[in-house]
Structure formats: structure tokens, C-alpha cells
């Protein structure tokens, strides 16, 4: 797939909107589905991972309806999914396949679901087990931890499950499944993951209890169509958070970003690090708080990064780990073992990048320390087919000395279809 090359810039400015909320579009059409009557959804993400649940959703019977603006989802009710004709297939998307899986676990028909090549290496162990202990018949490569996976449904009671790891994916896999489960279904996490799900559900009339330690949802409660308005998505913001901070002479404006707290993690540790960053305008939208993020160039300094924050920024360490390398001094990741799991390896695929561009990192099992520069080199990377790897190195091609050429950009459009285009708008050569 193409590659792409991006040339340093003296700053970066202007007023920016970012596409929607990656985690909340997915909600929005899976819940949009089980409920009655028709759900609209404005803002929605039309990347790649968002298209396979809708996909998915349509070929059960759901019809979806999308003018260009709007999504209109017409709600089949809980019992309304129809067994899909073949297998669904979820791209990408390690959200559509662990969520829906819990889902179909809730369903007295047969289906199966897989990905591409990169989902079919990620582990679904941690869906299954739980899902299994509910009553799900579900087999899969592996032993039944790899993709795709077959799923015989139904008939399922609630459980107590104690999540070994903080994941949204998980906990909403459970969640969904739990709509179906006679009883009540809790999961608790070590630390609070993205709680989106818990919101939704409430959003849309579920029967649910949310506790510091974790979630309860009650079997057997119809869920009513809502309208919802979803947020920017503050995982895409968060490249062009960093490439206002790194790049000099920068102010950028990013509007309608969500920033529910299980996600600002990123703002929290880049302001730790001396970010000058600023949430303007807060209000709520759907159910979801919402602000706008003013950032300046600022002088970065290493920090330690560790414990409740990791899960709260999960999916933004590509970015941080820009940051940290033009940062004085040394930030240490720990705690931050998931990275091994998601698109790719991120924690090695970071290193290796970074040492490419002249930066000192030393790998841990749970993370690593990156020892930042003033000056990072041009050359060569390899984005590893992860949307987030390709899109962090364009960022830090932005300060360094010369071009930097990123291969396999295509998976870009997984979730931030625009990126390119919205960052030369906002690249000052
Ligand atoms: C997501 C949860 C996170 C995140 C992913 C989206 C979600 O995964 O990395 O991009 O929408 O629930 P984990 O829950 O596995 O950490």
C-alpha cells in the first residue's frame, strides 16, 4: 500500500474540526439496532472500523440509512437481529468484533465473525472466557482465542466477572451480552476504562447501576431509540495536540472534541509535561462532555507516566511517545502491557521508529523510556499497517531535520480518513 512523505514545517496553525468519536460511533449503531424505534446519528465516523459494524448490523436485517450527514438506524429491538446469511466480517476493527461478540453471545442463532490479518492475531481470549462462563458456545482458532470465532447463542444467565484487565472492549462485550442474560451481570476492571458503553446505555433507557468499582446491568430491559450527537474524536485530536506543542510558533484550535475524563489521560499527561493546553467552552452533548482544545507551542519535559492514567490514554502513547521524544530529559511508560495487543506491537513499533530518527529508547515488557532530543532526523519509517503509528510519525516529521517517508499509510482511513488533508491545511511550510 502507498506511502506517503511529510516535509518539516515552521508551524502549525488555525481552527480545526476532527472527525467523530471512533468508540462512540460504534455504540451508537449497535445500540441504535437493539433498540425500538429510529435512531439518528450526527457526527458519525465513516472510517473503515466504523463501516464494519455497520456492515455487520445490516447484514442481521438492520436497516441503515445515511444521507451523507445523518445516520438513521431503524431499531429491530432486542430480539429483532436476523442470523446473517455469512460470515461478518470486522476488518480492522478489534472494537465491532470484541463488542459484537458479546452481542451475538446474546443471540439464539448462529454466526461468525473474523478480520484481516492483523485482527485474526489479536487475542479474544479475554471476550470469550466471559462470555463462555454466561453460556455462550463459542469456538475459534487456537483453542478458541483467535479469530474468527463461531458463535452459538442464547440462553445466557448473568455472572460476576472480575476483569484481570482495564478494557472497554471487554467490559461492553459483557454489557451487551448482559441485556440478554437472565439476572443481573456486573464486571468490575483494575482501573476505570473509556465508559462510553455505560453511558449509552443509560443514554438509551438500560437497566444499569455504574459504581466506582465497576458496572451492573439488569437481563431483559428494551432499549429506546435516542438522537446522538457524537463528539470529535479526542484520539485524532490528540496528533494534532502534539504537533501544536512540538512545532514553534504554533496555536491551533480544535472544536467539539469529546473529552469524557476516562479519555483525557493525553491532556493530563501532556500539561504534566509543560503543554500549554486549554478546554474551552465545556458542555455536555448526548450524554457526553465536550469541549473545545486550545494548544500552544510549548518547551516539553520528560515525565513519569504510570498506573489509572495508562488506561485513560491508551490509544494515544503513539502520539505521547512524539511528545516525550522532543521532550528535555527522560519520560518512562509503565504499566502500559495492552500496547503489545492493539493494531500492532505499538511499544516496539515506537521504539524502532523512534531510533530511526536518532532517539535513545530502551523497551520494558510494560513500556518504555524515551530520552528526548532537540533534534530528530529525517528518513524512513514504517507505519506496520496501525493508523496510529502512521499518523504519529507524521507528526514528528513536522520538527525534524529533514522529510520523513512513512510506507503503509492506507490504514489511516481505518479512523481518521482526512488526516493528510487537515494536516497541510494546518502545516505552515
Ligand atoms: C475501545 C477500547 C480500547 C481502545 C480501542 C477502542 C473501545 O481498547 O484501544 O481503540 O471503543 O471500546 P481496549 O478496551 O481493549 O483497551
Not at 7 to 14: C, E, F, L, M, R
Request: charged residues 20%; glycine residues 10%.
Amino acid at each position: 500500500m502507498s506511502s506517503i512523505t511529510i516535509q518539516p514545517a515552521s508551524s502549525i496553525k488555525g481552527s480545526i474540526i476532527v472527525p467523530g468519536d471512533k468508540s462512540i460511533s460504534h455504540r451508537s449503531i449497535m445500540l441504535g439496532a437493539i433498540a425500538n424505534g429510529v435512531t439518528t446519528v450526527r457526527g458519525f465516523l465513516r472510517g473503515e472500523d466504523n463501516m464494519s459494524t455497520m456492515h455487520a448490523f445490516r447484514a442481521m436485517g438492520v436497516e441503515i440509512a445515511d444521507d451523507g450527514e445523518t445516520i438513521e438506524i431503524t431499531g429491530r429491538g432486542l430480539h429483532g437481529l436476523k442470523e446473517p446469511g455469512d460470515v461478518l466480517d470486522c476488518g480492522n476493527s478489534g472494537t465491532t468484533i470484541r463488542l459484537i461478540t458479546g452481542l451475538l453471545s446474546g443471540q439464539s442463532f448462529f454466526s461468525v465473525v473474523t478480520g484481516d490479518k492483523y485482527l485474526r492475531k489479536r487475542p479474544m481470549k479475554r471476550v470469550v472466557e466471559p462470555l463462555s462462563q454466561m453460556g455462550a458456545q463459542i469456538t475459534g482458532r487456537n483453542g478458541g482465542t483467535l479469530a474468527p470465532l463461531a458463535i452459538n447463542g442464547g440462553n445466557l444467565k448473568g455472572i460476576r466477572y472480575q476483569s484481570p484487565v482495564s478494557s472497554a472492549q471487554i467490559k461492553s462485550s459483557i454489557m451487551l451480552a448482559a441485556l440478554y442474560a437472565e439476572g443481573e451481570t456486573s464486571v468490575t476492571e483494575p482501573s476505570l476504562s473509556r465508559d462510553h458503553s455505560e453511558r449509552m446505555f443509560r443514554y438509551f433507557g438500560a437497566s444499569l447501576d455504574v459504581l466506582s468499582s465497576g458496572v451492573t446491568v439488569r437481563g431483559g430491559f428494551e432499549l429506546t431509540a435516542m438522537e446522538v450527537n457524537v463528539p470529535g474524536d479526542i484520539s485524532s485530536a490528540a496528533f494534532f495536540i502534539v504537533a501544536a506543542l512540538i512545532t514553534p510558533n504554533s496555536e491551533l484550535l480544535i472544536k467539539n472534541v469529546g473529552v469524557n475524563p476516562s479519555r483525557t489521560g493525553v491532556i493530563d499527561i501532556l500539561q504534566a509535561m509543560g503543554g500549554d493546553i486549554q478546554l474551552v467552552g465545556s458542555r455536555e452533548l448526548s450524554g457526553e462532555p465536550v469541549a473545545d482544545i486550545l494548544v500552544r507551542s510549548s518547551s516539553l519535559k520528560g515525565v513519569a507516566i504510570s498506573g489509572s492514567v495508562v488506561p485513560r490514554a491508551i490509544d494515544e502513547f503513539p502520539a505521547i511517545c512524539v511528545a516525550a521524544a522532543r521532550a528535555e530529559g527522560i519520560t518512562t511508560i509503565r504499566d502500559a502491557r495492552e500496547l503489545r495487543v492493539k493494531e500492532t506491537d505499538r511499544i516496539t513499533a515506537m521504539a524502532v521508529n523512534l531510533r530511526h530518527l536518532g532517539i535513545k529508547v530502551c523497551e520494558t515488557e510494560d513500556g518504555m523510556d524515551i530520552t528526548g532530543s532537540e533534534q530528530l532526523l529525517g528518513g524512513a519509517v514504517d507505519s506496520c499497517g496501525d493508523h496510529r503509528i502512521a499518523m504519529s510519525m507524521s507528526v514528528a516529521a513536522l520538527v525534524a531535520a529533514s522529510a520523513i517517508t512513512i510506507s503503509d499509510v492506507g490504514c489511516v482511513a481505518t479512523s481518521f480518513p482526512t488526516f493528510f488533508q487537515l494536516l497541510e491545511e494546518v502545516s505552515v511550510k
